[in-house]
């Protein structure tokens, strides 16, 4: 699977609106970018997914680069439950169910 | 109602000695996984069993076992146990069975932290 690149860790203030940057350049065509998060003292949790258009959900919304070789995962209105690690993973086919976690973003948020 | 659930939460024991931690998912998926989070906080996945079948296996210890009674269980035993084995230990189930696996969402469990002194 191609690597993802994702600051160590960001900042924001709660009720502010978060963008998570990650940049995946050698991405391949059939690699799925997913969002993951941990909860300090939890197990990781699914957060979104997409291939090439942006995609919206209850939880965040993921916007795609045109290329595909970024992406960005947006927190509309930060609280401070959403401090937590935020992994980008990219998925291809041929590694099948293996979730491959990098050292993702520290989020903290401010009151 | 836990979709995920691991047993013990908390686990301390000595060198030497062999323990085992407990997974049942009760969401009905085929698929589930071990992973390891070490003290640096690296998550690396260890083994994947789908249908009580073994279809990942990392490279890991002989000393580590999974055992699938049944797909709703996953078990883990660990032999010798090893100053470097404490770590959190997760475990994760999907849906299985699907065309696209890259696709499938994951649902971890809380994690057992393992202490081995």
């Known amino acids: 699977d191609a690597k993802t690149t994702q600051p160590n860790s960001m900042e924001s203030n709660e009720e502010e609106p978060v963008h998570l940057p990650c940049n995946h350049s050698?991405?391949?065509?059939?690699?799925?970018i997913h969002w993951y998060r941990q909860l300090p003292s939890q197990g990781p949790e699914y957060v979104i997914h997409g291939l090439t258009s942006n995609v919206n959900n209850r939880m965040a919304s993921l916007a795609i680069a045109e290329d595909r070789k970024s992406s960005t995962l947006i927190l509309h209105r930060a609280t401070l439950r959403d401090a937590a690690v935020y992994y980008c993973i990219l998925r291809g086919y041929s590694s099948a169910s293996k979730i491959i976690f990098g050292s993702g973003t520290r989020l903290s948020i401010r009151p | 109602d836990t979709a995920v659930s691991q047993t013990p939460k908390y686990l301390v024991t000595q060198m030497g000695n062999d323990k085992s931690i407990k997974c049942e998912q009760n969401l009905g998926h085929d698929t589930m996984y071990w992973y390891k989070q070490d003290s640096k906080k690296f998550l690396k996945i260890m083994f994947s069993y789908n249908n009580k079948e073994l279809i990942i296996n990392e490279t890991v210890p002989n000393r580590f076992s999974p055992k699938s009674p049944d797909k709703a269980h996953l078990n883990l035993h660990i032999n010798s146990l090893e100053l470097g084995d404490s770590a959190v230990y997760f475990c994760a189930s999907s849906q299985g069975g699907l065309r696209a696996p890259n696709q499938e969402t994951q649902y971890f469990g809380p994690g057992t932290r393992l202490l081995v002194l």
């Open positions: 050698t991405i391949s065509g059939t690699d799925y």
